[in-house]
């Protein structure tokens, strides 16, 4: 009986000093590392040109220091004799702890990658608190994953609770189903940029150009001068016409000449339209063509693009070329055709 009892007390300092000695040892390699070997390793990153070994050294800084102290803890626990309760309570209090500092680093992760890719750029105020917004979302989902990781460690039967959040959200879904569609849209808009503010869209029957995007509505000032305003979810269910795009403007148009006019002069008029066209700055001539025999005129039609996006550009340039076109049909004495009728009496 002495024996057994001095082979327990054996094992029991013989466990006691390997968790201390493990603890101890794990401990201080943490805070050598944390206080000589990080901050070396922060002013190499300082001199260094790539971001991502700052953004990696943010990261680990981001540890508590008293996660140190708890994982030493944990790893000289492993060679301490203990029974399975105890075991079972500093399992649960270690991955409570893993999760905590998994969360917490990627939230940091989180917040890095919304300021470098979006919040940094120049963006409107609401812009700005859509995209805080999904970082706030994208940060509770993961403390409601981790929560979740957390319970089914500790044993806990997680699905009826996972399917009661399931229709939790479905019912808070379909009662925000409008804010919450002309939320999404917004964020649709956003990241696709179908349109940007200034620019001048056609939506439906409304048109104008574009003043504001919000959360919710995005608002156009229309050319009469009035303001439109359209939901978000609107916009992105209709066909858009964005003309900010455009890099050339198609500019097609029909010339009626009387018939009395002859063959030789149809041959020659779309020559001098053409050159008419060419000798345009802004102007890329197309075609031009004698099409059809209407019933009050010879019809023929001239198709050029104009080298801007500029709505008085094009008018600007349009009547000048009317007007050229106008004053070469004087000069070669072609008349321009109009509705008449000819009424023919037989005896």
Do not use: C
Not at 96 to 116: G, S
Not at 200 to 228: D, F, P
Not at 245 to 266: P, W
Not at 269 to 277: K, T
Request: aromatic share 14%; net charge positive; charged share 20%.
């Amino acid at each position: 009986m002495f024996y057994s009892l001095m082979v327990s007390l054996t094992n029991f300092f013989r466990s006691i000093s390997t968790f201390l000695l493990v603890f101890l040892g794990s401990f201080l390699f943490f805070r050598i590392f944390r206080f000589y070997f990080l901050k070396r390793l922060t002013k190499i990153a300082d001199k260094s040109r790539v971001k991502f070994d700052d953004f990696v050294i943010k990261l680990i800084k981001a540890i508590k220091p008293f996660s140190y102290f708890l994982f030493s803890l944990y790893l000289g626990f492993q060679f301490l004799e203990t029974s399975p309760l105890v075991q079972r309570i500093a399992n649960a209090v270690f991955v409570l702890w893993l999760v905590i500092q998994l969360i917490l680093l990627l939230q940091v992760l989180i917040d890095r990658l919304l300021k470098k890719y979006f919040l940094s750029q120049k963006k409107e105020e609401e812009s700005k608190m859509a995209i805080q917004l999904i970082g706030q979302i994208l940060k509770a989902v993961l403390w409601i994953v981790g929560l979740l990781l957390v319970l089914s460690n500790l044993g806990v039967n997680i699905t009826s609770l996972v399917a009661g959040l399931g229709i939790g959200g479905v019912a808070v879904a379909l009662a925000l189903q409008n804010i919450l569609g002309d939320l999404f849209s917004s964020f649709s808009i956003y990241f696709d940029k179908p349109f940007q503010v200034g620019d001048y869209i056609v939506v439906g029957q409304q048109s104008g150009i574009v003043q504001k995007i919000g959360l919710k509505t995005t608002r156009l000032m229309a050319l009469q001068g009035e303001q439109i305003v359209i939901s978000n979810r609107e916009l992105t269910s209709s066909r858009i016409q964005n003309f900010r795009k455009m890099e050339e403007r198609r500019v097609a148009f029909s010339l009626g000449l009387v018939y009395g006019t002859t063959s030789d002069q149809l041959k020659k008029i779309p020559l001098f339209i053409e050159e008419i066209i060419k000798r345009q700055e802004m102007a890329r001539f197309d075609r031009a063509h004698f099409v059809s025999f209407d019933d009050s005129a010879l019809s023929l039609e001239v198709v050029y693009y104009v080298l801007s996006q500029d709505y008085n550009v094009y008018r600007d340039l349009h009547q000048k070329i009317l007007l050229a076109i106008k004053d070469k049909f004087a000069q070669e004495k072609i008349e321009m055709a109009y509705p008449t009728q000819t009424l023919y009496l037989q005896k």
